[in-house]
């Protein structure tokens, strides 16, 4: 099945009145934990999110905290001994919560973790310098096949959607690269630019808010995409390529129905309004809606697709 479309299945499209916003705001101040370092895609739409929700819900705060490691791991074992008062979020990806449990290197399993929303995606790109050398996919191609697991390529984290992308690369295209972990996309931006590797498995959403030192050479998408007219998506080259990562929020295991809905319902609240989908799009996000009322089935979907990409990685056979 089409990975966007299955996204957007479960999309919602009604749009929420200010009654109903200003029903959703809780009425004390939240602690919003990043499992990736500051200045990646997580970081940009948690900042994106707190700009707005200052807006709707003036009277309180937005406290982002930072707890990067193990490609997001680190923070997902420890979201459950947050206080399950209804005031902590945690932001959340996948693929991460679905392949970094199969390897068995991470201190949480997936059902360890509990989902409130999936609020946008981000399609893979490969994207290089601006004074790359390479300036095509092909060029990407060429130099792959001619100097086998030398080219390097950094990507977010091991067991994660640019891991997954990455393998993926090697095997549609026919090539040996070689993938380059790294804390966040925050951190990987430097070495990119300066050219420490020879290109990064990202998003489209970096290559768009780094388009001034980086440019794209494929992205995995439908069409292509409104900001990088010049860049061919991968099914333009010949590949059925149409993938990526999705950003959402979770809250300890122990919080109750009432204030997961709640913090569901005020995210929505958050994706719905005009200001948040003009962010979204200059920085490359594709906005979907996935909340409480659709993530059972949204989630089994995920975990049934994320299947092959856990054996192309060889976390399961």
């Known amino acids: 099945m089409n990975f966007t479309a299955i996204a957007f299945a479960f999309a919602a499209t009604a749009a929420l009145s200010s009654t109903a916003s200003a029903q959703a705001c809780i009425d004390k101040n939240l602690s919003y934990y990043q499992a990736f370092p500051a200045g ?13 929700l200052k807006k709707k819900c003036p009277g309180i705060e937005t406290i982002i905290q930072y707890k990067p490691g193990a490609g997001g791991g680190l923070m997902w074992a420890q979201m459950n001994s947050l206080p399950a008062d209804g005031y902590n979020v945690v ?8 392949l970094q449990p199969l390897e068995g290197q991470v201190q949480y399993k997936t059902e360890d973790i509990m989902p409130v929303y999936w609020f946008h995606y981000t399609p893979d790109a490969i994207v290089v310098a601006n004074d790359s050398p390479l300036k095509t996919f092909a060029d990407l191609v060429k130099m792959a096949k001619a100097q086998p697991g030398k080219l390097t ?9 640019n891991h997954a992308a990455h393998e993926k ?20 931006t430097t070495a990119v630019i300066g050219q420490h590797v020879t290109g990064a498995m990202s998003y ?33 080259l ?52 996935v909340g409480v009322d659709k993530m ?18 060889g976390l399961i056979k």
Not at 169 to 188: E, R, S
């Open 40 to 52: 990646g895609e997580s970081d940009i739409a948690a900042r994106h999110q707190q700009l707005v």
């Open 91 to 98: 932001g959340i990806n996948l693929p991460h919560i679905v």
């Open 153 to 161: 390529l950094a990507g977010s984290g091991t067991n994660s959607a």
């Open 169 to 188: 690369l090697n095997i549609v295209a026919g090539i040996q690269t070689t993938y380059v972990p790294f804390k966040g996309t925050g951190d990987l």
């Open 204 to 236: 489209s959403a970096f290559a768009i808010n780094t388009n001034t030192k980086v440019r794209a050479l494929a992205v995995a998408m439908d069409k292509r995409h409104p900001l990088l007219p010049d860049v061919p998506t991968f099914k333009e």
């Open 238 to 289: 010949g590949f059925d390529w149409v993938d990526g990562a999705y950003r959402g929020i979770g809250m300890p295991k122990a919080t109750s129905a009432d204030a997961r809905k709640r913090m569901s319902d005020l995210w929505a609240a958050l994706n719905n309004d005009p200001e948040m989908k003009e962010l979204a799009f200059k920085s490359g996000f594709e906005l979907i809606n």
């Open 296 to 313: 059972e089935p949204f989630m089994r979907e995920r975990a049934k697709a994320y299947t092959e990409v856990a054996k192309r990685l």
